[in-house]
């Protein structure tokens, strides 16, 4: 295990910083936190990363690690217990949809919430002014920010954050949001009595966003007990203080006379949203990355950040933003973990998943996929 410290580059107002802070905190990772000027976007974190982004992790022997979970992935081998990842199989597969779910799904939710009602800008301005240049006047930070508040602004028609969506957006989430207070009311942990996968990755949206912007934080988050609960505790409890305050067994072990690979049954309805929505976008995404590939030889060279438009059900309605392919990448990584599987394993999660309608998450015909800094690029066809 590494003695020196890892030095993680965020914000706290940043959607994956969340997840990947809430992950280094469990696992009893030493790290320094530095938060991320203007000088380190555009200088060491674009110059040994590729993109300007947060968070990013330099590790004590000089590497810069980007992607949460690649640097999860990576960190893994360094710090192997507690295991984020279930070792049976439903169980493994459920986590991954999770994680890539609260990745990819819950960005338009995120961005409408924080740039749609102006009572969090101030946050915004205050925090985000602060780490850009931390030694400048104020009226510089504030032209920082409004440089950094375009661009990202910039970005929300991209994700479907449109007015004629609006109320769409906010039904959806307070309908999920009930959905996750009667679970985490049930069970401290998205898939029971310690953090997975799954929970690192849906805490990014709930804790840089939802939880923290004034808005979401007092209208959707405060009045639910068990979630606003669940996200603190990501937040800080490290899994000795977990297993402490819940009695867990050890990580990833049944619960005395429990089967071994079962679920709560409050996720249920969770898990089958996830696969009445979130498949209809993927399908919906690969559909425009075929007819890219179908214009010319796309081999080696990244994909374009986004394509064509993507429609699918939120809900009772129909929610349309523009394809992004890295989502692909995020299910090719489910797809790896389920074709690892023995045979039998295999057959019990397919079964399984035909019966929350997800089995087509199995069968999508994804061209292999390798992620470039933002973007990913086609190694191979399906």
Not at 200 to 205: A, C, I
Request: charged share 25%.
């Amino acid at each position: 295990m590494d003695d020196k410290p890892y030095t993680l580059y965020a914000w706290h107002l940043s959607f994956f910083a969340g997840k990947l802070r809430a992950y280094l905190t469990y696992k009893k990772v030493p790290f320094e936190e530095s938060p991320v000027s203007w000088a380190k976007l555009v200088g060491p974190i674009h110059r040994n990363t590729g993109a300007r982004v947060m968070p990013v992790l330099r590790t004590p022997d000089g590497r810069w690690l980007q992607d949460t979970r690649c640097i999860i992935d990576a960190l893994e081998r360094s710090f192997p217990a507690p295991s984020i990842f279930p070792a049976t199989p439903r169980r493994r597969i459920a986590a991954g949809l999770i994680e890539a779910w609260g990745d990819e799904w819950w960005i338009p939710i995120a961005m409408h919430t924080r740039w749609t009602y102006t009572e969090n800008y101030a946050l915004f301005e205050r925090e985000a002014g602060d780490a850009l240049a931390p030694w400048a006047p104020r009226f510089l930070k504030d032209h920082l920010v409004s440089r950094v508040a375009r661009m990202l602004r910039g970005y929300v028609p991209r994700v479907g954050i449109v007015p004629s969506q609006y109320a769409m957006m906010e039904e959806w989430s307070l309908a999920m949001l009930d959905l996750l207070e009667r679970h985490f009311a049930a069970t401290p942990y998205l898939l029971g009595d310690h953090p997975t996968i799954a929970d690192f990755g849906l805490q990014g949206t709930m804790y840089g966003h939802l939880g923290r912007d004034p808005w979401p934080k007092r209208e959707w988050i405060d009045p639910r007990p068990a979630l606003r609960g669940w996200i603190d505790r990501m937040a800080t409890l490290d899994h000795d203080a977990v297993r402490a305050r819940y009695g867990g067994p050890t990580p990833d072990a049944p619960a005395p006379g429990a089967p071994v690979d079962t679920l709560p049954a409050t996720l249920e309805p969770v898990l089958r949203i996830i696969c009445r929505e979130f498949l209809p976008m993927n399908q919906a995404i690969l559909g425009e990355v075929q007819r890219y590939l179908a214009k010319g030889p796309a081999a080696g060279r990244p994909l374009p950040r986004t394509l064509g438009p993507a429609e699918f059900p939120m809900g009772a309605h129909r929610f349309s933003r523009l394809a992004i392919p890295f989502t692909l990448w995020k299910l090719q990584g489910v797809q790896d973990d389920f074709r690892a599987l023995p045979a039998a394993d295999q057959a019990t999660v397919r079964e399984w998943l035909r019966g929350l309608g997800g089995e087509g998450f199995l069968d999508l015909a994804i061209p292999r996929l390798e992620r470039a800094a933002l973007s990913v690029r086609v190694l191979e066809a399906a």
